[in-house]
């Protein structure tokens, strides 16, 4: 039986503009940002709690104004492909691996596929805001497995993060920490995937 990849994809198929784009749009420092930001307003947004338009509103605990059209705009223009990571899912998809997204992240995702169409290689199946899920909540794996209907063994998921890595080994899933494109195709041999 074929295995299904389950991707994250900020972090480990895209740029994340957290740490450095987003910091800079308010010419400030990463460390900063994370002591002014609203402590929750990002992972309300990103269980699709808040609309964007809350998310925006919110984004300062002091609730300051700024050019909330230009913060779109910079963190739309930041999203890009890591390196070697389109030719992975293209080599993946041209051989019938069923590829699902498997990520924290907000309604944004859509701008994510506007510029980048990952739609080409895999399914925005299991994306924070439309499950209300976050990794690494044991739910949020169980759902995945519920919806896709097979043994969390045939699943194999990729993330940047190492505690979302051992919460999907701890369902039961295998489980590969994204360390580059390079060492992640090795791994995916390993696993049977390529």
Not at 55 to 61: A, D, G, N, P, R
Request: glycine share 8%; proline share 5%.
């Amino acid at each position: 039986m074929s295995s299904i990849v389950l991707w994250d994809v900020m972090g480990t198929l895209v740029h994340d503009p957290f740490f450095v784009e987003m910091p800079e749009f308010f010419g400030m420092s990463f460390d900063a940002l994370l002591q002014e930001k609203h402590p929750s307003a990002w992972v309300e947004f990103e269980l699709g709690k808040w609309s964007e338009e809350e998310f925006l509103e919110s984004f300062f605990t002091d609730g300051r104004d700024f050019d909330r059209e230009g913060f779109v705009r910079e963190v739309r223009s930041s999203y890009r492909w890591l390196p070697g990571l389109e030719e992975l899912l293209a080599e993946l998809c041209n051989a019938g691996c069923t590829m699902h997204a498997f990520s924290n992240y907000p309604v944004w995702y859509q701008l994510i596929e506007g510029r980048l169409r990952l739609s080409r290689f895999l399914d925005w199946t299991f994306v924070s805001c439309l499950t209300g899920l976050r990794k690494p909540d044991p739910a949020a794996y169980a759902h995945v497995l519920t919806e896709l209907g097979v043994p969390a063994d045939q699943c194999v998921f990729i993330d940047d993060r190492v505690r979302n890595c051992e919460a999907a080994r701890q369902s039961g899933i295998r489980s590969v920490v994204f360390e580059g494109a390079g060492p992640l195709r090795t791994s995916l041999r390993d696993a049977g995937v390529i």
